[in-house]
């Protein structure tokens, strides 16, 4: 291989790599650029706070999946998580709205615990479990409620629709989601393990590392991330409704991480990429929505944005 | 299936005796479980060991039986196709819309169209080294997006037209009692049996599933082996939405969202291993038939909601891959 070839192939690792790690920002800035020209009424404060209420949900889940996927596993069952959160808030609403939402967090928690169990002790793959979780989770918020249940209560109203400060509260609410993720990836000693499992299973356990325990609490975390996430849609809808709450929002999610800059692979989380990703996965629906092109042509841009996205990650998911 | 046999045990697997009784319950452990629940529900469910009832029971499961059968070529390649359902969707879609041109139509588009998708599948995977997870669950996306923007959102539902020649075929009745999908399904199966077990191209899924680079470095043509999986499993997808749309007379929009799941739950029931390198495609027909009559049973003792029956199908996949890794665990590794 001639100097000038290899220099080549370098040039092409450093531009992919930077793809990877940035692409996700040049992304959000193209597409809010194109807004910003394109779309009438796009530039208000009004309309960013609405892009920010919508984006909050997709955020929070994002963040617990960013977590899985750096331990090189999987969660499709984050939307199903959501309905069973939004069953249990309109469940337990009667013992009033903290301990309804409490109960609906707790849910989250323990669905997440299961498939985590279940990955880590009996070793099945992630996405079988998880795949499990999204069929027979969903099933159970629609035989728990049927159909949907409308949820009057002020405090939930307030915090679905109010603000404070100018920031609405599900705002606030994603944005300590995210301080809280940022701070157990950065500064805590879960944060290394999990990023470590991820990287080598087998050389983390070798090193004494404890890989179930680990394990375990990611899923847990990821489930009860799902379930804020459930509790603000049913807080800003204003009902439990369990066959649409977070329908599809794994694969939203999935692509947020994966924009963002984390291998599939594992080994590796970007917490402010996978914040920028979901930003973007938003966008990308609302612009297609404030241009008045139908639900099937966002499936279908979703569709292209994830295939390029896994295209762009997928060397560095090799080494 | 001598061919399937010999490539399972792993390196001394003679020296524990416990292994041909396993390897046996993997292998059969869903046939058991299925001739166990038929005898049950014959003694205790009037009407249930009729003719009539399992024809109905076999013949309302073909669809899922045609797509359980492409997903096992790509579970034993070692990946997983979670576009089938909405493409499944699709093809019914498709089949009847295409039904006003004639019966050749309706057959062709929704199997050129979903084999695409499978193709395209393929080659992301195969070619481009996508995760398949990942890969189809964007097309699963794509094929219902595509879906929606033929049916008009989801607002128009095409119709069959009366008197179509598939129609009276796909409602027929082989002597009057076995029904045509039925024997659909079997020819399918055995032709796909073979294609398994006896061929080279065969021993290039399971090489493919076993170890990919060791089946790269004997010369198996792994990228190709792996596009053609993905694209009989669109196939499969394509002809089962055909006999859909013409089982029930229209392309119905919402039908096939979560059948993918079934699918990969009939496969691992009939023992095929989700790791890849292990299966065949007898089980997976077993795996649908268990699925099948275990529903059946469920809206016969009670109405119970299908949400309901999709608790109990989560729960039960979890169920049969926690017994499975159990079963595999205990066989040596390698």
């Known amino acids: 291989m001639s100097a000038a070839s290899v220099m080549a192939r370098v040039d092409r690792d450093r531009a992919r790599s930077w793809l990877q790690d940035y692409g996700v920002y040049v992304g959000v800035a193209a597409i809010v650029l194109f807004n910003v020209v394109f779309t009438p009424g796009f530039v208000s404060l009004e309309n960013f706070r609405v892009q920010a209420v919508q984006a909050a949900p997709i955020v929070v889940v994002a963040l617990g999946m960013a977590l899985v996927i750096a331990t090189g596993g999987i969660d499709l069952s984050v939307g199903a998580v959501m309905a069973l959160s939004a069953a249990f808030v309109s469940l337990y609403l009667g013992y009033g709205p903290l301990v309804s939402v409490l109960v609906a967090l707790l849910v989250g928690a323990?669905?997440?615990?299961?498939?985590?169990t279940i990955v880590a002790v009996a070793g099945v793959q992630a996405i079988i479990v998880t795949l499990a979780m999204m069929i027979a989770g969903r099933g159970l918020a629609l035989v728990l409620v049927p159909q949907l249940e409308g949820i009057r209560n002020p405090a939930l109203r307030?915090?679905?629709?109010?603000?404070?400060?100018?920031?609405?509260?599900?705002?606030?609410?994603?944005?300590?989601?995210?301080?809280?993720?940022?701070?157990?990836?950065r500064r805590t000693l879960f944060g290394r393990r999990l990023v470590a499992v991820g990287g080598n299973r087998r050389?983390?356990?070798l090193s004494g590392l404890p890989v179930r325990r680990t394990l375990l609490l990611v899923y847990t975390l990821c489930g009860a991330l799902a379930a804020v996430a459930g509790v603000m849609t049913t807080a800003r809808l204003q009902a439990s409704d369990p066959n649409s709450v977070g329908l599809l929002i794994?694969?939203?999610?999935?692509?947020?991480?994966?924009?963002?800059?984390?291998?599939?692979?594992?080994?590796?989380?970007?917490?402010?990429?996978?914040?920028a990703g979901a930003i973007l996965m938003q966008l990308l629906v609302a612009t297609l929505i404030k241009h008045n092109l139908p639900p099937s042509w966002t499936?279908?841009?979703?569709?292209?944005?994830?295939?390029?996205?896994?295209?762009?990650?997928r060397e560095r998911g090799r080494s | 299936m001598s061919t399937v046999t010999e490539r399972v045990p792993g390196p001394g697997s003679e020296s524990s005796r416990g292994v041909p009784v396993r390897e046996l319950l993997q292998r059969h452990g869903a046939l058991l479980v299925l001739a166990v629940v038929l005898v049950a529900a014959g003694v205790g469910l009037d009407g249930f060991l009729t003719a009539g009832n399992l024809n109905h029971v076999a013949v309302g499961s073909a669809f899922l039986a045609i797509l359980a059968l492409g997903m096992t070529f790509v579970i034993v390649t070692g990946g997983i196709d979670l576009s089938v359902g909405t493409n499944f969707a699709l093809g019914g879609v498709l089949a009847a819309w295409a039904s006003q041109y004639g019966s050749l139509a309706a057959l062709a588009l929704p199997l050129a169209v979903c084999g695409a998708i499978g193709l395209l599948n393929g080659v992301l995977i195969a070619r481009a080294r996508l995760a398949p997870f990942i890969t189809t669950l964007a097309t699963m996306l794509g094929a219902w997006g595509l879906m929606l923007s033929v049916s008009d959102e989801g607002n128009t539902t095409y119709l069959v037209p009366d008197g179509a020649v598939l129609t009276s075929l796909v409602h027929g009745r082989l002597f009057g009692v076995i029904g045509y999908p039925l024997l659909l399904v079997l020819v399918l199966f055995v032709i796909g049996g073979i294609a398994l077990s006896r061929t080279g191209w065969g021993q290039n899924v399971y090489a493919v599933g076993g170890d990919e680079r060791s089946a790269a470095l004997m010369g198996?043509?792994?990228?190709?082996?792996?596009?053609?999986?993905?694209?009989?499993?669109?196939?499969?997808?394509?002809?089962?939405?055909?006999?859909?749309?013409?089982?029930?007379?229209?392309?119905?929009?919402?039908?096939?969202?979560?059948?993918?799941?079934?699918?990969i739950s009939a496969v691992v029931i009939g023992g095929t291993l989700l790791s890849g390198g292990y299966g065949f495609v007898s089980g997976s027909f077993v795996g649908v038939m268990l699925l099948a009559v275990i529903q059946n049973i469920i809206n016969?003792?009670?109405?119970?909601?299908?949400?309901f029956q999709e608790v109990v199908s989560g729960v039960f996949l979890i169920v049969v891959v926690l017994a499975q890794s159990r079963l595999s665990r205990s066989r040596p590794r390698a």
Do not use: D, H
């Open chain 1, 110 to 116: 323990v669905a997440g615990a299961v498939n985590g």
């Open chain 1, 250 to 275: 794994e694969l939203s999610a999935i692509t947020a991480v994966v924009v963002g800059g984390t291998p599939l692979s594992g080994g590796r989380v970007r917490v402010a990429g996978t914040v």
């Open chain 2, 220 to 263: 198996v043509p792994v990228a190709r082996t792996k596009t053609a999986v993905y694209t009989v499993s669109g196939l499969c997808a394509g002809a089962a939405g055909v006999l859909n749309a013409f089982w029930l007379g229209s392309g119905v929009t919402i039908f096939g969202i979560g059948i993918e799941l079934q699918a």
């Open chain 1, 299 to 313: 499936q279908m841009a979703q569709t292209a944005v994830i295939i390029a996205a896994v295209y762009v990650a």
């Open chain 1, 203 to 205: 050389a983390a356990e």
């Open chain 2, 300 to 307: 016969t003792i009670s109405g119970l909601t299908s949400a």
């Open chain 1, 158 to 185: 307030e915090f679905g629709s109010g603000s404070v400060a100018g920031v609405p509260y599900v705002v606030w609410v994603a944005a300590l989601m995210v301080a809280l993720v940022l701070f157990l990836v």
